[in-house]
């Protein structure tokens, strides 16, 4: 079982900046593949947004935020983080953090475990 807590989401202006981060613990967590995942009310599925391996080595990305997002790892530390810049109007939405057996896998929405989700909300 692994357990996710998310944190660090909240409201900030279009084109400014926000982290967030997610603590994992749980046996074997260090083995799991980590992402993030955003929600809204409109889409009726989750989107990928990026994924980070257990080593921290590998990372990928949706299109929609590659190059504005940044994802990283600290295995001291169990969590993942979300560094998000130039935020847009349409970035608005409930991230949620999950894990999984690979990248791979976390891109075909493929999640053993979810967290609670954070709000980010970008206004214009």
């Known amino acids: 079982q692994v357990q996710l807590v998310e944190s660090g989401g909240g409201l900030v202006q279009a084109g400014g900046s926000l982290r967030l981060s997610c603590a994992a613990s749980?046996?074997?967590?260090?083995?799991?593949?980590l992402g993030w995942f955003r929600q809204t009310p409109e889409k009726d599925h989750g989107e990928f947004v990026a994924?980070?391996?257990?080593?921290?080595?590998?990372?990928n990305y949706g299109d929609s935020v590659r190059g504005r997002f940044t994802i990283s790892r600290d295995n001291s530390k169990n969590t993942i983080s979300l560094q998000m810049n130039s935020l847009k109007e349409e970035d608005t939405a409930l991230y949620s953090c999950?894990?999984?057996?690979?990248?791979?896998?976390?891109?075909?929405?493929?999640?053993?475990?979810w967290g609670q989700g954070t709000q980010v909300t970008v206004s214009s």
């Open positions: 994924a980070i391996s257990w080593s921290g080595s590998w990372t």
């Open positions: 749980g046996r074997l967590v260090e083995n799991y593949a």
């Open positions: 999950g894990a999984g057996s690979s990248i791979a896998a976390l891109e075909a929405s493929n999640v053993a475990y």
